[in-house]
């Protein structure tokens, strides 16, 4: 979270929070943080799988 403060246009961190996110089981959380990520610039395809 720190660093998504920092930048919030790090899309790395931005992806990281999602992972946590989904293993915390906060599903939609994490879909709010990898639909921010490619509306950053981050392809779909790299997060399909998540």
């Known amino acids: 979270m720190n ?3 920092a930048d919030p ?4 961190a931005r ?3 999602a992972e946590v996110l ?3 089981l906060d599903g939609a959380s ?5 639909d921010r ?3 950053l610039g981050l392809g779909p ?4 799988h998540l």
């Open 9 to 12: 246009k790090w899309i790395d």
């Open 15 to 17: 992806v990281a929070q």
């Open 30 to 34: 994490a879909e709010a943080e990898l």
């Open 22 to 24: 989904l293993s915390l």
């Open 37 to 39: 990520s490619v509306q």
């Open 45 to 48: 395809a790299a997060v399909r």
């Open 3 to 5: 660093a998504i403060k």
